[in-house]
C-alpha cells in the first residue's frame, strides 16, 4: 500500500490544498492512507481535512478517501443470511 511520501511528503499535499489544486485519486487514497495507518500525527490530519473542507472536496479526492477506507476496512465473516437491520439514528424516530 503506498503512502503520502510516494507523492512528495505531507509539504506537497498540503502545499497543493493551500494553492487551491485538487488532488488526484491516488493522492487523497494514499494520504488518508497513511494517516489510517496510524502514520501521520494530529497536526497534519487536522491540516489535510481543513485543506480539503476549505477547498470544496472534488469528486476524484472523495473517491480516494472512499477507496482508502474500503482498502484499510476489516472483512467481516458472517453466517449465511445474516442481515443489518440497524439505523443510523438520523430518522430521529421515537418508539411508540
Same mark, same amino acid.
Given at each position: +500500500? #503506498?503512502?503520502?511520501?510516494?507523492? /512528495?511528503?505531507?509539504?506537497?499535499?498540503?502545499?497543493?490544498?493551500?494553492? /487551491?489544486?485538487?488532488?488526484?485519486?491516488?493522492?487523497?487514497? %494514499?494520504? &488518508? #492512507?497513511?494517516?489510517?495507518?496510524? $502514520? *501521520?500525527?494530529? !497536526?497534519?490530519? *487536522?491540516? =489535510?481535512? =481543513?485543506?480539503?473542507?476549505?477547498?470544496?472536496? #472534488?469528486?476524484?479526492?472523495? #473517491?480516494?478517501?472512499? $477507496? *482508502? +477506507?474500503?482498502?484499510?476496512? !476489516? @472483512?467481516?465473516?458472517? @453466517?449465511?443470511?445474516?442481515? %443489518?437491520?440497524? /439505523?443510523?439514528?438520523?430518522?430521529? !424516530? &421515537?418508539?411508540?
Amino acid at each position: +500500500m #503506498s503512502n503520502v511520501e510516494t507523492h /512528495g511528503g505531507w509539504p506537497a499535499v498540503l502545499g497543493a490544498l493551500i494553492a /487551491g489544486d485538487d488532488l488526484t485519486r491516488d493522492v487523497a487514497r %494514499d494520504t &488518508l #492512507s497513511t494517516v489510517l495507518n496510524g $502514520d *501521520a500525527s494530529d !497536526a497534519q490530519i *487536522a491540516a =489535510f481535512i =481543513f485543506g480539503l473542507h476549505q477547498k470544496g472536496e #472534488s469528486i476524484d479526492e472523495i #473517491s480516494g478517501l472512499v $477507496d *482508502a +477506507m474500503l482498502d484499510n476496512a !476489516a @472483512p467481516l465473516q458472517l @453466517p449465511d443470511g445474516a442481515i %443489518d437491520i440497524v /439505523g443510523t439514528g438520523g430518522g430521529r !424516530a &421515537l418508539p411508540p
